[in-house]
């Protein structure tokens, strides 16, 4: 491991994503049980990133640039909807006081889909895993 490496993984441990703001919310709105529960559904919504890295099919999407594209469109249609949610006071990310707990359920599902859309998870495990 060289230290250009270690330094840039450094980096990337240190600033906080929207897994980790995700997860944080979670935790602060219901506890640390949901936020293992969503820090779980965070890392599912990670795994086919990863896999898509190491079976080539990552360089596959960034040589298309139309399905780059479609991806990060769904990304960002994503976040609309949580920010859209959040305004309504009916989202993932609510801003209330006194809230009803989440189930596990949709603490993962909300997690899987913040990171499946996140283009950068692919291009980051594409450049870090060899």
């Known amino acids: ?34 936020s293992l ?8 919504g990670c ?11 990552a360089a596959l999407l960034y040589a298309s640039p139309l399905a780059l594209q ?8 994503y976040l609309f909807w949580m920010a859209w949610g959040m305004l309504r006071e009916q989202g993932p990310l609510q801003l209330q006081a006194h809230q009803g707990a989440r189930s596990n359920a949709t603490l993962i599902r909300s997690g899987v889909a913040l990171n499946l859309l996140n ?12």
């Open 47 to 57: 795994a086919p990133h990863a896999l898509a890295a190491v079976s080539g099919l």
């Open 119 to 130: 283009p950068k998870l692919s291009i980051f495990f594409l450049a870090f895993l060899p």
């Open 1 to 34: 491991m060289n230290l250009e490496f270690l330094l840039t993984s450094l980096l990337v441990v240190a600033s906080p994503g929207t897994g980790v703001v995700y997860t944080i919310a979670a935790g602060l709105a219901q506890g640390w049980r949901a």
């Open 37 to 44: 529960v969503a820090a779980f559904g965070c890392t599912l």
């Open 70 to 77: 479609a991806l990060s469109y769904g990304g960002a249609l």
